[in-house]
């Protein structure tokens, strides 16, 4: 079955940095991809939807600033984290919507801690 | 490795039946939260149950954790045209960092 891949699994970096995290469309060809957060013990959070070729649309309370997002290729979108913070330190999700079956497939995640 | 599966695949109805979907986790899950697309749309959070054997019902829909915390079931009675989507069960697992999905339950419900 098709598969999304996320890298990396776990990042650790300090106050002030920036990281980024991808996230791939294996083996098919994905328009949109969502982003989710999950604080600890909590449901994911939809943050932004990454359209291919377009601009991320962001949810409410989410600062583009803060996360951009790039969807440059029909299999990658990238979530960068700027001037990250330890109130940043979360777990990131994407989704990506394989348009051919309107099928929606999750990546494993990443583990974000902010020192 | 790790691994959630979910059954039905597809599941089609008329409207008012009932539907159910299963979620089986091969490893000991923390928790189990359902997810509910709707056609164009992103997985949108419904609940989340944490306790071995938890029930909890949202109006029509049922939703049980089992007594291993490897298992979980939705249930809609009488089910609506607005049921329509598809459900995903997901959770952490109970030693990891990982966050697993199943790979959903598509339902069609023909009115």
């Known amino acids: 079955g098709a598969v999304v891949s996320q890298h990396p699994s776990r990042v650790i970096c300090k106050s002030g940095t920036s990281v980024k995290i991808e996230c791939r469309s294996l083996d098919f060809q994905a328009t949109t991809m969502f982003w989710y957060r999950q604080f600890p013990k909590q449901s994911l959070m939809l943050m932004a939807t990454s359209n291919e070729g377009s601009k991320a649309t962001y949810e409410q309370g989410v600062e583009k600033d803060k996360f951009l997002i790039n969807h440059a290729s029909l299999t990658l979108s990238t979530l960068t984290v700027t001037s990250a913070h330890p109130e940043d330190s979360s777990f990131y999700i994407c989704s990506a919507e394989e348009l051919s079956t309107d099928t929606q497939y999750f990546g494993p995640g990443t583990r974000l801690t902010v020192l | ?111």
């Open chain 2, 1 to 111: 490795g790790q691994q959630v599966m979910q059954i039905p695949q597809y599941q089609h109805v008329q409207e008012g039946e009932d539907f159910t979907t299963y979620c089986n986790s091969s490893t000991t899950l923390s928790n189990i939260q359902w997810y509910k697309q709707r056609p164009g749309g992103h997985p949108v959070f419904l609940i989340q149950l944490v306790k071995s054997g938890e029930v909890k019902k949202q109006k029509r829909l049922t939703f049980q954790f089992g007594e291993a915390k490897k298992n979980s079931s939705l249930h809609i009675t009488a089910t609506q045209t607005t049921d329509v989507g598809t459900y995903f069960c997901a959770g952490p697992l109970l030693h990891g960092q990982n966050f697993v999905f199943g790979p959903g339950t598509r339902l069609s419900v023909l009115p």
